[in-house]
């Protein structure tokens, strides 16, 4: 755990003075009112930000790296692969977006798919265990478990 400790300009009078307390009974912040008296208290705690995201994908890749010895090629190529499709599907959306009637009924494709999809797989307890079991069985074909 890290902590920090601030304190500006400490106050010289304490007269009114209002003070914030968390649990540990330690001031958070003590105003001694006055323009110039005031004392601030910071305590930051550490944590482990593992669980993120990106930070999981940043080290997956690391660990396809350094296991690859002679795939790196092929991994670099990868990589600019997945920024040149990225790239051109934005391109490609943004020109479907300027013509003028494909974006609403492509939305209102999509909202009714999307009424379909909750009837169909959300609104029912069944439907939501067959969908729970369609995608244990995905997850499944796609890793080999």
Same mark, same amino acid.
């Not at 003075?17 to 540990?24: C, W």
């Not at 909202?111 to 797989?121: G, N, Q």
């Given at each position: ?6 304190s ?17 009974q ?13 004392? +601030?208290? +910071?305590k930051?705690?550490g !944590?482990?930000?593992e669980?993120?995201?990106a ?18 090629? #092929?991994?670099? #190529?990868l990589g /600019?692969?997945?920024i040149?499709a ?12 300027? &013509? ?16 379909? /999809?909750? !009837?169909? !797989? &959300? &609104? /029912? ?7 729970? =079991?369609?995608?244990?069985k995905?997850?499944? =074909?796609?890793? #080999? &478990?």
């Amino acid at each position: 755990m890290a902590s920090l400790t601030a304190s500006l300009l400490p106050p010289l009078l304490l007269q009114n003075r209002k003070t914030l307390y968390r649990s540990s009974q330690k001031p958070l912040i003590s105003y001694a009112g006055g323009r110039q008296n005031y004392a +601030v208290v +910071v305590k930051a705690s550490g !944590y482990s930000s593992e669980s993120s995201t990106a930070l999981s994908i940043v080290k997956s890749v690391q660990n396809v790296w350094d296991k690859s010895d002679e795939d790196k090629v #092929g991994l670099i #190529g990868l990589g /600019f692969a997945a920024i040149v499709a990225l790239w051109t599907s934005t391109n490609v959306i943004s020109a479907v977006d300027k &013509l003028p009637i494909i974006p609403v009924v492509l939305e209102i494709i999509g909202i009714l798919f999307s009424a379909w /999809f909750v !009837y169909r !797989y &959300l &609104l /029912f307890k069944p439907d939501r265990e067959e969908l729970y =079991q369609i995608i244990n069985k995905t997850i499944s =074909q796609v890793f #080999g &478990l």
